[in-house]
């Protein structure tokens, strides 16, 4: 698989971390678990998350070069995705203005998230059915939210320990 198309990230929500894996860490024992519901652990991460990613779509035959998969960052502070039952609800700042998420998501709801806990290692992720909010009172509701995205889970799975911790 080559990677035919980049674009650059606003740097304004990366979140600066430093990751090292020392020489001698074991191999993680994780265990994978399947899920068609949050539970108050996935909740828990999800809440603590500064960070997660988002994999999107565009698969029409017309979309020439540009069909394919696109993976975006996604970040705030801790608590800036808002979850309701199964459903989360994230503020989408300024940015680089290419909308390659969101124009995705208009054309094939489909979606992958990508949340990370960078000090047990864990990792939950999930897929479902996404929607844009581009306009209404809602986004109000998130200082400096210029729209919202909004995910439906349809399932996932939460792996323990997958990634080494220092």
């Not at 304004?12 to 024992?29: C, E, G, H, M, W």
């Amino acid at each position: 698989m080559a990677i035919l198309q980049a674009f650059g990230n606003c740097p304004k929500y990366i979140q600066a971390r430093q990751f090292t894996v020392p020489d001698s860490a074991p191999l993680p024992n994780s265990r994978t678990h399947h899920l068609t519901a949050l539970g108050d652990r996935h909740r828990a991460l999800i809440a603590a998350a500064d960070t997660f990613f988002i994999a999107t779509a565009y698969l029409d035959a017309s979309a020439g070069a540009a069909k394919g998969v696109d993976v975006s960052h996604r970040g705030g502070q801790q608590g800036f995705v808002k979850i309701s039952g199964d459903v989360l609800t994230v503020p989408d700042f300024s940015g680089n203005c290419h909308f390659n998420t969101f124009g995705n998501i208009e054309l094939n709801p489909r979606a992958g998230l990508l949340f990370l806990d960078f000090n047990s290692g864990h990792l939950l992720y999930l897929t479902g059915r996404a929607e844009v909010i581009w306009e209404g009172e809602e986004i109000g509701h998130y200082p400096g939210a210029e729209r919202l995205f909004r995910f439906h889970l349809l399932e996932g799975y939460f792996v323990t320990a997958s990634l080494p911790t220092s």
